[in-house]
T-cell receptor, first 111, second 112 residues
Framework: EAGVAQSPRYKIIEKRQSVAFWCNPISGHATLYWYQQILGQGPKLLIQFQNNGVVDDSQLPKDRFSAERLKGVDSTLKIQPAKLEDSAVYLC?????????FGPGTRLTVL | KQEVTQIPAALSVPEGENLVLNCSFTDSAIYNLQWFRQDPGKGLTSLLLIQSSQREQTSGRLNASLDKSSGRSTLYIAASQPGDSATYLCAVRPSYGQNFVFGPGTRLSVLP
């Protein structure tokens, strides 16, 4: 069984630029999550999808972050414009019945 | 609101020691609890998942226990090895929702 795929693995941008991350969950997993993890902290939920609908985006900074999962499979998270404090690892995870399964993450550095 | 804490924040042990990592949560109404391992710069790897009806789960040298009434879970690592060095996080899924709540993690160093 293939795991959760994410790309790119690393991204360096300057502040005020835009960036997009892609995630492909485990086949058949209806629930998809995007997390932000700052160094030394646990992951913080940004948005949760159930199929192609948003279940929880209460912690997503909607003035600059957006996410979509148009066909209920893969998903894209976008930041526009980026700020210095957005430097973090962005993790995608999927879930079917019980536990969470994570992708390798994308490390974003904003200069 | 569910809160998850992990103590200690960091732990250093010599190779071969048995060790225990702790995870505490404030609300006992949970659906399950999951332990993860995270290597530097990498994503989270699932180690063990304990359903609310279970008391423990085992995988190789790892054993996780769950005591809902006291709001605690422990991860026991037997005969630690340098390759076990990583950050270990626990996450709780409340029974009233779908979102997982993460602890901050314990950074483990096993010295050769």
């Amino acid at each position: 069984e293939a795991g959760v795929a994410q790309s790119p693995r690393y991204k360096i941008i300057e502040k005020r630029q835009s960036v997009a991350f892609w995630c492909n969950p485990i086949s058949g997993h209806a629930t998809l999550y995007w997390y932000q993890q700052i160094l030394g902290q646990g992951p913080k939920l940004l948005i949760q999808f159930q199929n192609n609908g948003v279940v929880d985006d209460s912690q997503l900074p909607k003035d600059r972050f957006s996410a979509e999962r148009l066909k209920g499979v893969d998903s894209t998270l976008k930041i526009q414009p980026a700020k210095l404090e957005d430097s973090a690892v962005y993790l995608c995870a999927s879930s079917q019945l019980a536990g969470l399964f994570f992708g390798p993450g994308t490390r974003l550095t904003v200069l | 609101k569910q809160e998850v804490t992990q103590i200690p924040a960091a732990l250093s042990v010599p190779e071969g020691e048995n060790l225990v990592l702790n995870c505490s949560f404030t609300d006992s109404a949970i659906y399950n609890l999951q332990w993860f391992r995270q290597d530097p710069g990498k994503g989270l790897t699932s180690l063990l998942l304990i359903q609310s009806s279970q008391r423990e789960q085992t995988s190789g040298r790892l054993n996780a226990s769950l005591d809902k009434s006291s709001g605690r879970s422990t991860l026991y690592i037997a005969a630690s090895q340098p390759g076990d060095s990583a950050t270990y996080l626990c996450a709780v899924r409340p029974s009233y929702g779908q979102n997982f709540v993460f602890g901050p993690g314990t950074r483990l160093s096993v010295l050769p």
